[in-house]
């Protein structure tokens, strides 16, 4: 079982920047597919990103292509999302996930474990 936590999260102004990192324990995660996902109340969780376990390939949702950036350090056992030109519309809940799996994914549901969450709050 991996054990993930969120952290980076907090009020940002429009146009700035933040950088979420996600650190995992309680098994070795390289070589597994790790996904930051996103989700506001009474919405469901939306796809932001996800890598490949070595991070050569990675995936982004279209809301946040060209504005966010995925990355991973398997050494440190600890994935990150770049997160820059923020707009209040990128307000939300993010959590990080690990896939135990070798192929990347959009779908939530294709995901085993997840972080509790972190809040990231863009607005003046």
């Known amino acids: 079982q991996v054990q993930l936590v969120e952290s980076g999260g907090g009020l940002v102004q429009p146009g700035g920047s933040l950088r979420l990192s996600c650190a995992a324990s309680?098994?070795?995660?390289?070589?597994?597919?790790m996904g930051w996902f996103r989700q506001i109340p009474g919405k469901e969780r939306e796809f932001v990103a996800a890598?490949?376990?070595?991070?050569?390939?990675?995936l982004y949702g279209d809301s946040v292509k060209g504005r966010f950036t995925i990355s991973r350090d398997n050494a440190k056992n600890t994935m990150y999302l770049q997160m820059s030109s923020l707009k209040p519309e990128d307000t939300a809940v993010y959590y990080c996930?690990?896939?135990?799996?070798?192929?990347?994914?959009?779908?939530?549901?294709?995901?085993?474990?997840w972080g509790p969450g972190a809040q990231v709050t863009v607005s003046s």
């Open positions: 996930a690990v896939r135990l799996s070798f192929i990347l994914s959009r779908r939530s549901s294709d995901y085993d474990s």
């Open positions: 309680g098994r070795t995660f390289g070589g597994y597919v």
């Open positions: 890598i490949s376990g070595s991070g050569g390939m990675q």
